[in-house]
């Protein structure tokens, strides 16, 4: 039988463990080394880079990693495959070519390109009403062009917007030699993939149940080992901290998604056909994973000058919280005068104990973010005019900062091409420049499932249960409910007494979650840990109970998808982050929290179930 493909993942986002790197290459074996630096922000941040760099572009952090690591991984045979090059993956090549000569390594360095459509942006799209012409336009290459480096003979491989599965999927295709039809091939290092680009979050990070897995000694970075049949297992180094379970790996399958066909350039990945089974301590292989031909379209990030943002705290302690909010929001509001800035959002954060016996336990925050095209409505004028209530406010008036000059922000937008307008390109290490075709065949999705993570979470109205074709053993489904004057309003109240033979609980007692962000929409997902607690939660989670739990939804278009090989249920919540992480007014801008939000809730639970 042929032996696995060992991939690990050293970097799940730009700012992860500058460690991560020598760790991972240290701790044990490893075929390929991966690390994922891009997302939209991301993007955006190298973008604002560029204006004032041209040779700029990539994530720095690499780089000064490859000046500690390169020698490591080339003494042990590991492969580096990267999304660092950012917009500027010839221009990082290059660097890394100056770093091993001077290092005196013989490292052979590959690149990808094609991705960046920003010199063709004038004729694909028109420019935006609002924000004018993009700052950048990448299109998300697929798994081949690293394939194709990698067979050429490269040690590293440096790619700008990829897929961040194309890390995993394309060292895969290279070593066993998929064909571009392998569907299913294809389609399980996708979902392997998808559980290792975001690092530590597939080994106890940000997990709903940390505390069973609880200490503070550093998680150590997920690995997958590949079958030629595109199985996987996923695993960590020993000794390293955290755990690897298939709850863990269900968190972060969960994470960032859409409805059950999860698109990319190379294969639609049917995420209610993925099989998880644990595997020993710290193992849980992934398995029966089917694929479809992707879509005709390749998704696009666009990210445009949005104009700036600013955000002062004002801290509420004592008796008379509200009101003192009240206050100081009508007092700010009268400072505006007529330079009222275009949008101004206020959050009241936590409330004060009666009778506290700290001072912290006495407090509460309010935060006041705005947003406006014009920089000197966010800048000093907004936060000096907070700052001058000082003497003339509520009684106990202060503030978490002194005034700022507030900072831009960009817009997200997603947008998308025919596949065959994408000049995708693997520029081998010897310098030969191999076009890569898309993909032989496609096929449409579902209309009701476009994945945000990989289409930006186009609107949908219909159920994808009577469009979808089969799966082996189950049949997911979907649901939207766009929204409405008092959404969810007609089903029974939270504070209704509860039926008998049933406790008044958080839904996170028989409830993990994980939230996240794919530009202006979230990401619900919402697993049961056993099949009695799925019985339950899959009947009784409904978009009309997500309304009426989390209310700051009502507002918006939800989209609801079962996963019951997962015990899962994934609500998209269309809108909820504005434009974006960067523009967003929001106290939780990338919608990190609201999956623990709603296990907060209490809600009426069998206690069979418990």
């Not at 033979?501 to 990401?523: F, I, Q």
Request: charged share 20%; net charge negative; hydrophobic share 40%.
């Amino acid at each position: 039988m042929s032996q696995p493909l060992r991939v690990g993942n050293a970097s799940g986002f730009y700012g992860d463990r500058f460690s991560a790197v020598r760790e991972m290459l240290e701790g044990g074996p490893l075929d390929v080394l991966t690390g994922d630096y891009l997302a939209e922000l991301t993007m955006l941040i190298l973008g604002r880079g560029r204006m004032k760099d041209p040779d700029a572009g990539y994530a720095t952090t690499f780089l000064r990693q490859m000046e500690e690591s390169l020698g490591l991984a080339a003494e042990r045979g590991t492969k580096i495959v990267t999304n660092a090059g950012g917009l500027n993956p010839g221009g990082l090549a290059d660097r890394l070519r100056g770093l091993a000569a001077r290092l005196g390594l013989d490292v052979r360095i590959a690149h990808v390109e094609g991705d960046d459509l920003l010199a063709r942006a004038g004729e694909l799209w028109p420019a935006d009403e609002r924000y004018g012409p993009p700052l950048t336009a990448n299109a998300y290459l697929g798994a081949w062009g690293i394939a194709e480096c990698l067979r050429a003979g490269a040690d590293v491989v440096v790619t700008g917007r990829v897929t961040d599965a194309s890390l995993v999927v394309g060292p895969a295709a290279a070593h066993f030699g998929w064909a571009r039809d392998d569907w299913d091939a294809l389609a399980g290092a996708t979902a392997a993939g998808h559980v290792l680009e975001c690092g530590a979050q597939a080994t106890g990070g940000n997990y709903a149940f940390f505390q069973e897995i609880y200490n503070v000694k550093a998680l150590g970075f997920p690995i997958a080992e590949v079958h030629p049949d595109g199985s996987s297992v996923i695993t960590k180094h020993d000794g390293t901290g955290g755990a690897v379970s298939v709850e863990t790996v269900t968190a972060q399958l969960l994470y960032e998604v859409g409805g059950p066909f999860y698109a990319g350039p190379d294969v639609t990945t049917r995420f209610d056909t993925i099989e998880l089974a644990q595997d020993g301590p710290d193992r849980v292989r992934i398995a029966g994973v089917e694929g479809v031909p992707p879509p005709p379209t390749t998704k696009v990030c666009l990210n445009h000058l949005g104009g700036h943002r600013n955000e002062m705290t004002f801290v509420l302690t004592g008796l008379d919280v509200e009101a003192k909010a009240e206050f100081a929001k009508a007092q700010l509001e009268e400072a505006f005068g007529d330079a009222r800035p275009a949008r101004v959002e206020w959050t009241l954060i936590g409330t004060a104990e009666p009778d506290p016996a700290t001072q912290g336990k006495a407090t509460a925050l309010l935060r006041c973010a705005v947003l406006d095209p014009d920089p000197e409505k966010t800048g000093r004028a907004f936060s000096s005019a907070a700052v001058e209530l000082a003497l003339a406010g509520y009684p106990g008036f202060t503030m978490t900062s002194p005034p700022g000059k507030g900072s831009p922000c960009g817009v997200y937008k997603p947008a998308f091409v025919p596949n065959e307008l994408i000049d995708h390109v693997a520029v081998t290490h010897e310098g030969p420049r191999v076009p890569i075709a898309p993909a032989p065949v496609v096929a449409p999705l579902p209309a009701d499932d476009a994945s945000p993570a990989q289409d930006g979470g186009r609107g949908v109205v219909q159920d994808a249960s009577a469009q979808s074709p089969p799966a082996r053993g189950v049949q997911p489904t979907s649901s939207v409910e766009r929204p409405g004057p008092g959404a969810g309003d007609e089903h029974e109240s939270v504070d209704n007494p509860r039926p008998p033979h049933t406790l008044r609980e958080p839904l996170g007692r028989v409830a993990g979650a994980r939230s996240g962000d794919k530009g202006g929409d979230a990401n619900i997902g919402v697993w049961a840990r056993t099949d009695a607690q799925w019985r339950w939660l899959e009947p009784f989670l409904t978009i009309d109970k997500i309304h009426e739990l989390l209310p700051e939804t009502r507002d918006h278009v939800v989209r609801r998808h079962v996963l019951p090989n997962l015990r899962a249920v994934n609500f998209v919540v269309e809108g909820l982050l504005q434009e974006g992480v960067s523009a967003s007014t929001r106290f939780d801008p990338q919608g990190k929290a609201l999956g623990e939000w709603l296990r907060s809730r209490l809600v009426d639970i069998p206690e069979t179930i418990l």
